[in-house]
């Protein structure tokens, strides 16, 4: 989440606005030379210190190097860092034409978003967003609004204190505020605190718990347990590592307990206390709805604004299967709240959430069944990386029934739930103890009004445009509730995007955002960019370049050869477009491929980084060198040889 101190960019922009108003600009000579539109260092010094910008000289000659550092001026021979003298210094902006504006290198106008936001996320690899599988919408939901948080021990007593404290008290609320969110997940914290950041004034309103999915039901606690599962299985095989342990018994309640721990200990830096003490922001407790373009009641208080941000997430779906609705089943807003290990623990659903639970079950002991409808698991990934994954799925005992026509779930009269299905034609009753859904998300649309403010919505969410304006200008949407990549990470970003679109007249676009993602099973698998089947669907010619874990030496000693570093690029250049990894810390091991695309590196550029070795991550490098070989055409051998013919004589 950027701090306040990620903004301090900001207040350079307006410095240079008032050197360009104050100081005397002009055509200067010096050695028989006319330098055009330039004002002296010594004159810029004594500005900022007498407007009380700067305290004394020196602080005035930091400003002028950093104003320098971000391109703002320069001197004219580029030959001096800003000084207290007659030096002749111009702004960038004043080099081809005249005027006040401050520029960037295209030519367009220097505004505060380009100081806050750098690089600007529109210089990033265009169209590399993939198309993302539909999810199972419904009209019922689950949210963490619709459950209690229990046990109510000392770590979820912890929580509650800091996501939603029982005395809080709102504020009153001011005359008019710069922005207004609804919805305190990761997109409304971000754009909340950023946006205090800078100055604004600003307003989050939540209904339930500060921190969202992401916290309290989601990102972290799920990974947590993860760790345990992990732990699990580490210790159940370590015969192959000449390590024999006898006896491993898994204390399920204990490890939920180090879960709740864990989520306490994070919950402060997303608490009201913190955003209302620390960050500035105006906190209310409640379920806010619009009333009009410009306002948002909450608890009986009605908040004007300039802009607003609808953050308010998704909730879990809830399938229409006949007699589902008459048992008690789990989605994640109510897993966390487990304190014992069902024997039997059934998932209906083959996505992320749904996949990553069932495995940590299945290793902590539980007799997992996974049920589906489309024949597939992990729907959107490469067929040969979920292979690999759905091949761990099944020795670990998950047993999968992928072809299901649902045709009833009822209780059973010993307190089970009995799942009767046909799948692949076959009739069968499937008992558990404990039945999680995991069908997909619905964006939380209802309940706010959103008619009153002109906001066009339907059942896949809130409808923005690429600046993630709604279709009032004024109200801007982001996260779960208006994208189709529902990730914590993308919700963070779109929120960077709105606080320079609504607060400083940016451009930011979602279209510019590069993504990556990673599924947290064993082996992981993490993707950016493009997949085949969207490069075949846009006629876009490709090639593939692969390097399998069980040539990477680092793996093969870890004893996790199973998995690959496959890359795409554009046919006949080294532009990645798009990859994948499946690995044990492919979640990891993704960010370089990311950060490479978004700089505009090539893969063949990722021959020449040194990689430690031994890592699985030099599997990326050694995409580099498949890719270099593709170069040496048998003219350039033949010329090699040649030339090496030569040498030895």
């Given at each position: 989440m950027p701090e306040a101190a990620d903004y301090q960019d900001e207040f350079m922009a307006k410095i240079a606005e008032q050197l360009i108003t104050n100081l005397t600009i002009k055509d200067r000579s010096f050695r028989m030379k006319t330098y055009k539109n330039c004002f002296l260092g010594s004159d810029a010094v004594g500005f900022l210190t007498s407007m009380g910008y700067a305290k004394g000289d020196a602080d005035a000659i930091a400003l002028g190097d950093r104003l320098i550092d971000m391109g703002i001026l320069h001197h004219v021979t580029k030959d001096h860092s800003f000084k207290n003298e007659a030096l002749f210094y111009r702004f960038s902006s004043h080099e081809d034409f005249h005027g006040g504006h401050v520029t960037k290198s295209d030519g367009s106008k220097f505004s505060w978003a380009d100081a806050l936001f750098r690089p600007d996320t529109a210089k990033a690899t265009p169209n590399l967003q993939p198309d993302m599988p539909e999810w199972d919408l419904s009209d019922a939901t689950q949210a963490i609004a619709d459950v209690q948080v229990t046990p109510l021990d000392e770590y979820n007593i912890k929580l509650l204190?800091?996501?939603?404290?029982?005395?809080?008290?709102?504020?009153?609320?001011?005359?008019?505020?710069?922005?207004?969110?609804?919805?305190?997940?990761?997109?409304?914290?971000?754009?909340?605190?950023?946006?205090?950041?800078v100055g604004a004034k600003v307003a989050i309103i939540e209904e339930h718990l500060m921190g969202g999915d992401c916290l309290n039901v989601g990102c972290v606690p799920s990974k947590a347990v993860i760790r345990c599962a992990r732990a699990v299985y580490e210790a159940r095989n370590a015969a192959q590592f000449g390590v024999t342990v006898t006896g491993v018994e898994v204390d399920f309640g204990k490890i939920m307990e180090r879960m709740r721990k864990i989520r306490a200990q994070i919950s402060r830096v997303d608490s009201c206390n913190r955003y209302a003490s620390e960050l500035g922001v105006d906190v209310f407790q409640g379920r806010g709805k619009f009333i009009d373009k410009n306002t948002i009641e909450v608890?009986?208080?009605?908040?004007?604004?300039?802009?607003?941000?609808?953050?308010?997430?998704?909730?879990?779906?809830?399938?229409?299967?006949?007699?589902?609705?008459?048992?008690?089943?789990?989605?994640?807003?109510?897993?966390?709240?487990?304190?014992?290990?069902?024997?039997?623990?059934?998932?209906?659903?083959?996505?992320?959430?749904?996949?990553?639970?069932?495995?940590?079950?299945?290793?902590?002991?539980?007799?997992?069944?996974?049920?589906?409808?489309?024949?597939?698991?992990?729907?959107?990934?490469?067929?040969?990386?979920?292979?690999?994954?759905?091949?761990?799925?099944?020795?670990?005992?998950?047993?999968?029934?992928?072809?299901?026509?649902?045709?009833?779930?009822?209780?059973?009269?010993?307190?089970?739930?009995?799942?009767?299905?046909?799948?692949?034609?076959?009739?069968?009753?499937?008992?558990?103890?404990?039945?999680?859904?995991?069908?997909?998300?619905?964006?939380?649309?209802?309940?706010?009004?959103?008619?009153?403010?002109?906001?066009?919505?339907?059942?896949?969410?809130?409808?923005?445009?690429?600046?993630?304006?709604?279709?009032?200008?004024?109200?801007?949407?982001?996260?779960?509730?208006?994208?189709?990549?529902?990730?914590?990470?993308?919700?963070?970003?779109?929120?960077?995007?709105?606080?320079?679109?609504?607060?400083?007249?940016?451009?930011?676009?979602?279209?510019?955002?590069?993504?990556?993602?990673?599924?947290?099973?064993?082996?992981?698998?993490?993707?950016?960019?493009?997949?085949?089947?969207?490069?075949?669907?846009?006629?876009?010619?490709?090639?593939?370049?692969?390097?399998?874990?069980?040539?990477?030496?680092?793996?093969?000693?870890?004893?996790?050869?199973?998995g690959f570093c496959k890359i795409y690029t554009k046919e006949g250049s080294d532009k990645m477009i798009g990859a994948t990894i499946v690995a044990a810390d492919a979640g990891n091991m993704i960010s370089e491929i990311s950060v490479a695309m978004q700089a505009g590196f090539g893969l063949g550029s990722l021959a020449y980084v040194i990689h430690p070795y031994p890592t699985q991550s030099e599997s990326i490098r050694q995409c580099g060198d498949l890719y270099n070989r593709t170069r040496l055409t048998p003219f350039v051998k033949g010329m090699f040889r040649n030339l090496l013919a030569w040498r030895r004589n």
């Open positions: 204190d800091n996501v939603h404290p029982a005395n809080w008290k709102d504020p009153v609320a001011t005359s008019k505020y710069n922005l207004v969110v609804i919805g305190a997940g990761a997109g409304g914290l971000v754009t909340s605190a950023g946006s205090a950041g608890n009986g208080q009605q908040l004007k604004f300039a802009a607003a941000v609808i953050a308010t997430g998704a909730a879990a779906s809830i399938p229409q299967i006949p007699g589902l609705q008459d048992v008690s089943f789990l989605t994640n807003a109510t897993f966390f709240n487990l304190t014992e290990l069902p024997k039997r623990f059934g998932v209906i659903g083959t996505g992320v959430i749904g996949l990553e639970l069932a495995q940590a079950m299945a290793r902590f002991g539980s007799e997992v069944t996974v049920f589906g409808r489309s024949g597939k698991i992990l729907e959107k990934e490469d067929r040969d990386a979920v292979e690999i994954v759905q091949k761990q799925l099944v020795e670990d005992g998950i047993d999968f029934k992928l072809k299901c026509q649902y045709d009833k779930i009822e209780n059973s009269d010993t307190g089970t739930i009995l799942i009767q299905v046909t799948n692949n034609g076959i009739q069968e009753t499937v008992e558990v103890d404990e039945l999680m859904i995991a069908t997909g998300r619905t964006p939380n649309v209802r309940n706010l009004n959103l008619e009153a403010a002109g906001v066009d919505y339907d059942k896949k969410g809130v409808k923005v445009n690429d600046l993630l304006q709604t279709s009032t200008k004024n109200i801007f949407a982001v996260g779960d509730v208006c994208t189709q990549y529902k990730f914590t990470h993308v919700a963070d970003f779109m929120a960077r995007l709105v606080i320079r679109n609504a607060l400083f007249f940016g451009s930011g676009k979602m279209s510019s955002l590069l993504i990556p993602w990673a599924t947290f099973t064993e082996p992981e698998i993490a993707h950016v960019g493009l997949y085949e089947s969207d490069m075949k669907k846009a006629g876009i010619k490709y090639q593939t370049f692969i390097r399998k874990l069980d040539d990477v030496d680092r793996a093969i000693c870890d004893g996790q050869e199973e």
